[in-house]
């Protein structure tokens, strides 16, 4: 049975500041992110194998309608990706490819920069919003709900902002768009967007 694991930060803990402090990352890291591991584990001891990878099991628990598996390991996934998506010194220029993908399928970073903080801001409740490759290999923006994400709907994702409360009440209070003016101009790791963007339609989740 595949177990999960706490993933250290690619970064110290002040690195992001002052766009994320310290004491968030200490609290999401440390303590939520920790608990949809030990959750996570907790769940898995007692199923039958549920799959190889985290991957896996995120889609064999939204297939069978394991909420609790399915929160726990799709929090997980998220997250994991979520503390390579940033970066210190983050924003700025992007890579070539990538550029070029975002402005033939937005037209303008301006305009995939509008989008992707109107998703976050408009998510009602807890949620992600994301940058993700269609099937067809186009960019889009999408939005989710609490722990769900782009592998339960046959997209890649490419880059995703956590909106749920705990990721930004810290440093923003209840000012969610400045948090994500903050993570899309100071924050992304735009290398990592690019590595998987050429990976190509679903094998960035493979």
């Not at 801001?121 to 490759?133: I, N, R």
């Not at 101009?185 to 690019?194: C, F, I, K, S």
Request: glycine letters at 8%; charged letters at 20%.
């Amino acid at each position: 049975m595949s177990a999960f694991d706490l993933p250290e930060l690619p970064y110290s803990y002040d690195a992001l500041a002052p766009y994320m402090s310290a004491e968030t990352l200490e609290y999401h890291h440390d303590k939520h992110h920790n608990a949809y591991v030990v959750n996570g584990n907790k769940i898995l001891e007692g199923l039958d194998h549920m799959g190889d990878t985290l991957e896996e099991i995120v889609l064999n628990a939204h297939k069978q309608g394991q909420q609790g598996l399915f929160n726990n390991a799709g929090q997980h996934w998220n997250h994991t990706h979520f503390w390579n998506w940033m970066k210190p010194n983050g924003g700025g220029a992007r890579p070539g490819n990538l550029e070029a993908a975002i402005k033939d399928s937005f037209g303008s970073f301006e305009t995939f920069r509008e989008q992707f903080l109107k998703a976050g801001a408009t998510q009602f409740g807890s949620g992600w919003c994301w940058l993700v490759m269609n099937a067809e290999g186009k960019l889009e923006v999408t939005k989710t709900a609490n722990a769900d994400n782009p592998l339960t709907h046959g997209q890649t994702a490419l880059l995703g902002c956590d909106v749920w409360e705990h990721s930004y009440y810290i440093d923003y209070r209840n000012a969610r768009p400045k948090y994500l003016e903050a993570f899309v101009d100071n924050l992304v790791n735009w290398e990592y967007v690019a590595e998987l963007l050429e990976k190509g339609p679903l094998k960035a989740a493979a």
